[in-house]
């Protein structure tokens, strides 16, 4: 082999050796200065995204917990919500309101007896009967009784709005060693005009009390 060919096969040898030794750490530092390159990117971007213009600004320069009135006038939320609660208290929520005190609800117990009272005075309806015997069996000694069933019931249900004209008994329906029951037509008017509906008058025999609940067919 001659001179020239070998130092031609030592280059290359060498050249191999350096390549085989440089190269990993030429890679290694290409890929270091892509990643910090990326990272400067990256940093510039969120500087420019947090010292840019915001939502609010990109609304007029408006933050978003404001709002604006019919007359321009721009106030947060809160300030505009205490100051319509001040102009109008009765749209404020049940909680800002005061409870019902103790005196109030008696007050008001006493009112609704008072009115009962007066209705009461005032229910003098005519008591007649479908079939002799009805209103003696059903009734008997005790008409106080019935009549304070029948106003109680209407008052709590209606109040004075109606007046009780007329209570027709119409059919026994059973009778118990408990109880009684009765179907009863009633006859209001109200105003200038007169409705009539059926009801179950049930008499409890061991307490002595008539209860009366609305009939539906």
Do not use: W
Not at 130 to 145: H, K, L, N, P, T
Not at 188 to 215: M, P, R
Request: proline share 3%; net charge negative.
């Amino acid at each position: 082999m001659d001179k020239k060919k070998l130092r031609s096969y030592i280059l290359i040898f060498c050249i191999a050796v350096l390549i085989s030794v440089y190269l990993p750490y030429l890679i290694d530092l290409g890929s270091s200065k892509l990643v910090d390159g990326l990272d400067t990117e990256t940093e510039q971007t969120e500087a420019a995204t947090e010292s840019g213009p915001g939502y609010a600004e990109t609304l007029g320069g408006r933050d978003v917990s404001e709002t604006e009135n019919d007359d321009g006038d721009v106030r947060p939320k809160e300030d505009k919500a205490r100051e319509e609660a001040k102009q109008n208290p009765s749209a404020s929520s049940g909680s800002d309101r005061l409870p019902v005190t103790d005196e109030e609800v008696q007050k008001q117990k006493e009112e609704q007896d008072e009115g009962l009272q007066r209705f009461r005075q005032s229910f003098h309806p005519e008591i007649t009967e479908a079939y002799s015997g009805v209103q003696e069996a059903f009734i008997g000694d005790r008409a106080v009784e019935f009549d304070h069933a029948i106003s109680d019931h209407f008052y709590q249900a209606y109040g004075d709005l109606y007046t009780v004209t007329k209570v027709e008994l119409k059919e026994m329906l059973d009778e118990t060693d408990d109880e009684i029951r009765c179907m009863v037509r009633v006859f209001t008017k109200s105003g200038e005009k007169t409705y009539s509906q059926d009801y179950i008058v049930v008499y409890s025999k061991a307490y002595d009390f008539y209860s009366v609940y609305a009939y539906n067919r």
